[in-house]
């Protein structure tokens, strides 16, 4: 056989097995909220383990532990010794849930069931355009948090761990040093209002979200004074005061006619000179790996049809709401910062 027809045959091999290892998804997915949920991650930050000492302080079976423990190692999560023992590696280090990039909050939401099931009917939405969730529960996502507590907190969990990451990119790609108030509209437990605040010692904020949300906010002494907590409905109003507004994974939630009305009512809350800071996916053209082009199905599934945008539809969408895009900010995440400022009275489009 010639070199050209065994390369050629090793290349289709290795497009099927990348294929197969697409379809696998849903394993690794809910073997990282099994890690997460058993804590495995804590029980080895002091050093390797044996799998009967896991599986005793986990009240898990050796041979199912040993089983996860190995997927995950062959991820990268872990390493197996050849004693027998396990130990993290640097990717596992996400699964702690004193990191500095604590995900293991995020890894159970995905394999939770509120976000689980309505996947299982991805068919559904997309022959119809309608959130699976609502078929799967008989009321839309955010409907359903505020009557179950415990998948509630689940979700707030989830947000508030993936902000550890975006919250430090947003506070990196942009400058808010020119700001006296942030309003941070939807900020959930204003972990991302935290960690601006501490970075910008001049900065003031307010936290706004609805009460059952807002009344878990982290509480950090020192900002207590530079930092106010307010309970409301961004889709009737916002707070009037603020220099600049900022939404972080709000807009996405919501089709355009929802999105607008959000718009709107910052809109009427700010000044003529004020900001708008819209901190969402922005999707690129082309066919380049994205993690907002997936992010984007789950806004299909979950919510009620909240969409991930390219700059052309955010550019549509702040005209509909009175703004004018000035520029959008990547940050170091799948996150970029939409920029938008009012538009001049007698030139915004009605």
């Not at 939405?125 to 179950?148: H, I, L, N």
């Not at 900022?246 to 006619?257: A, G, N, P, T």
């Not at 550019?315 to 170091?332: A, D, I, M």
């Amino acid at each position: 056989m010639s070199r050209r027809k065994r390369t050629k045959r090793r290349n289709k091999a290795g497009d099927a097995m990348t294929f197969m290892h697409l379809t696998a998804g849903k394993w690794v997915a809910q073997a990282l909220a099994v890690a997460a949920e058993l804590g495995i991650a804590d029980r080895l930050k002091a050093g390797s383990k044996t799998v009967a000492a896991i599986a005793r302080s986990t009240g898990a079976s050796e041979d199912g532990i040993y089983r996860l423990l190995r997927a995950l190692a062959s991820l990268g999560l872990f390493a197996e010794s050849r004693n027998g023992k396990f130990r993290l590696r640097s990717l596992g280090h996400l699964l702690c849930t004193d990191s500095p990039q604590a995900l293991g909050a995020y890894a159970r939401f995905v394999a939770d069931e509120s976000t689980w099931r309505p996947w299982g009917e991805l068919r559904y939405s997309v022959r119809t355009g309608e959130p699976a969730f609502d078929r799967v529960f008989g009321m839309p996502v955010f409907e359903y948090f505020a009557k179950t507590p415990k998948a509630a907190a689940v979700f707030d969990a989830a947000m508030t761990s993936i902000s550890t990451i975006e919250a430090r990119a947003v506070a990196e790609a942009y400058d808010f040093s020119g700001i006296g108030t942030l309003v941070d509209v939807g900020g959930g437990h204003g972990l991302m209002l935290k960690v601006l605040l501490t970075a910008y010692r001049r900065l003031r904020g307010v936290l706004y979200d609805l009460p059952h949300v807002t009344g878990g906010a982290l509480h950090t002494a020192d900002l207590v004074d530079r930092c106010q907590v307010m309970g409301g409905d961004f889709l009737m109003s916002v707070p009037k005061g603020g220099d600049a507004y900022i939404m972080k994974h709000i807009l996405h939630d919501w089709d355009d006619e929802r999105a607008t009305q959000i718009l709107r009512n910052c809109h009427r809350a700010m000044p003529s000179d004020g900001l708008l800071l819209v901190v969402d996916p922005v999707i690129p053209r082309g066919n380049s790996p994205d993690f907002g082009k997936l992010l984007d199905l789950e806004m299909l599934v979950l919510t009620p049809r909240g969409r991930e945008r390219t700059r052309v539809e955010f550019e549509e969408l702040l005209k509909r709401s009175g703004f004018r895009l000035r520029r959008v900010v990547p940050t170091s995440t799948h996150l970029s910062i939409v920029e938008g400022t009012k538009i001049p009275r007698g030139r915004a489009r009605k």
